[in-house]
């Protein structure tokens, strides 16, 4: 299994914030050739500034279909604009996890 960690410092807008993630999430979630296989986490540190975003995906097939649609075409760029010049994005093998991670 495949993963991404992305960081980044965003104090705008944070109802602007709340629906860009919530609709990419709801995206996946409809998407039947994601639902499953493309996961995507986020959280907001305790200082209301750090953001984290977590996606897995169980193959480069589903990778692509996801990166290939609509809403993430839309979210991507909007990410970059919250993040700005503090966007890092790290990916990384799953070698382990606990279960329902």
């Known amino acids: ?3 991404i960690t992305i960081t980044y ?3 705008g807008d944070e ?5 860009a993630v919530s609709s990419f999430i709801a995206a996946i979630d409809n998407d039947p050739a994601a639902a499953g296989k493309f996961t995507y986490q986020v959280a907001v540190a305790d200082d209301g500034i750090s ?3 977590w996606g897995r995906w169980d193959s480069a ?3 692509a279909h996801v990166q290939s ?3 993430f075409q839309t979210f991507a760029p909007k990410v970059k604009a919250f993040a700005g010049d503090t966007l890092s994005a790290v990916g ?3 070698t382990q996890k606990s279960r329902g991670w």
Do not use: K, N, S, V
């Open 69 to 71: 649609q609509p809403y």
């Open 92 to 94: 990384h093998d799953i």
């Open 1 to 3: 299994m495949r993963g």
């Open 51 to 53: 953001r984290f975003h």
């Open 9 to 11: 410092r965003y104090d």
């Open 61 to 63: 097939e589903t990778l």
């Open 15 to 19: 109802a602007e914030w709340q629906e």
